[in-house]
């Protein structure tokens, strides 16, 4: 435990520099810090309603936006947000740099969602999400070694699940 939980609040910190993720951990305002997740407690836990790691997108993250509106300053500034560049030495193109989420069905997906190891895993497990792997409080993914508290967070998701199971 890396902190007291306090409230079913985990504080989501980190830098976003050299870290392998999406919008997963993105805050509202595009940043990775300060991002207060909050376990529902009045409605179960839907492994499918959530993305594959546990994260649910927020609806103002400025990389969905800019791909929702096709709007290339907004979508430069996610670029460099997500540091795409320094990540998948991919140059910027607005027509090849977008996102929309890591479940969109009817959306191609995004480079960074393409990319992202933890995706890939549970697909390939042939599960809806990390909350429902056995190996998750085991799991040696970057996302969650650089994530501390969002995996404590995952963890509590699943605890929850389980119980409600
Ligand atoms: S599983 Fe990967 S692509 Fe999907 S939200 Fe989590 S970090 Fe992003
Ligand atoms: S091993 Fe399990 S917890 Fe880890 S990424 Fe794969 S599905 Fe998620």
């Not at 927020?58 to 929702?68: N, T």
């Amino acid at each position: 435990m890396t902190k007291k939980l306090k409230r079913r609040e985990f504080l989501v910190k980190g830098s976003c520099a050299g870290i392998a993720c999406c919008a997963a951990l993105m805050g509202p305002k595009g940043l990775c810090f300060g991002n207060t997740l909050q376990l529902p407690d009045d409605e179960p836990i839907d492994p499918k309603a959530l993305n594959y790691c546990g994260y649910q997108c927020p609806s103002d993250c400025k990389f969905l936006q800019a791909s929702l509106k096709n709007d290339t300053e907004l979508k430069k500034e996610a670029y460099q947000l997500w540091k795409i560049k320094e990540k998948y030495n991919i140059d910027f193109d607005p027509e090849t740099i977008f996102c929309f989420g890591c479940k969109n069905e009817e959306k191609p997906l995004g480079v960074v969602v393409k990319h992202c190891p933890v995706r890939q895993c549970v697909i390939s497990k042939g599960l809806d999400c990390c909350i429902e792997c056995n190996e998750l409080s085991e799991c040696k993914k970057e996302l969650w070694s650089q994530f501390p508290d969002f995996k404590q967070y995952v963890m509590e998701m699943q605890k929850k699940y389980r119980r409600e199971g």
